[in-house]
Nanobody, 123 residues
Framework: QVQLVESGGGSAQSGGSLRLSCASP????MGWFRQTAGKEREGVAT???????TYSESGKGRFTISQDNAKNTVYLQMNSLKPEDTATYYC?????????????????????WGQGTQVTVSS
């Protein structure tokens, strides 16, 4: 069973930064998604095995997804945080193997999910 282990959530003030990490045993398209109470889970940023990235409007410009293939870890650097970024952030991986080219960002394209890490941004 594939287990994704997230870390790095916490609290920050508006304008601050946080970095999320996700350790994954698989080399495939990976992504960060977020969800708040009463809303659907939405994609933030995804990355392919060969480093292509896709960002949603919510992640574009302030967030950066990256990966360290040697450590099998995917990161989400979040800068200029806003209170509306407050959510539970989930790491996800596709079910397929090596994933090249522009990665998808829809939740239904991802099969394995982490337990989620809370990010709270105060004004």
């Amino acid at each position: 069973q594939v287990q994704l282990v997230e870390s790095g959530g916490g609290s920050a003030q508006s304008g601050g930064s946080l970095r999320l990490s996700c350790a994954s045993p698989v080399n495939t398209c990976m992504g960060w998604f977020r969800q708040t109470a009463g809303k659907e889970r939405e994609g933030v940023a995804t990355i392919s095995s060969d480093g292509f990235t896709t960002y949603s409007e919510s992640g574009k410009g302030r967030f950066t997804i990256s990966q360290d293939n040697a450590k099998n870890t995917v990161y989400l650097q979040m800068n200029s945080l806003k209170p509306e970024d407050t959510a539970t952030y989930y790491c996800a991986a596709r079910a397929a193997g090596y994933c090249s080219g522009s990665p998808p960002i829809a939740t239904y394209d991802y099969y394995y999910w982490g337990q989620g890490t809370q990010v709270t941004v105060s004004s």
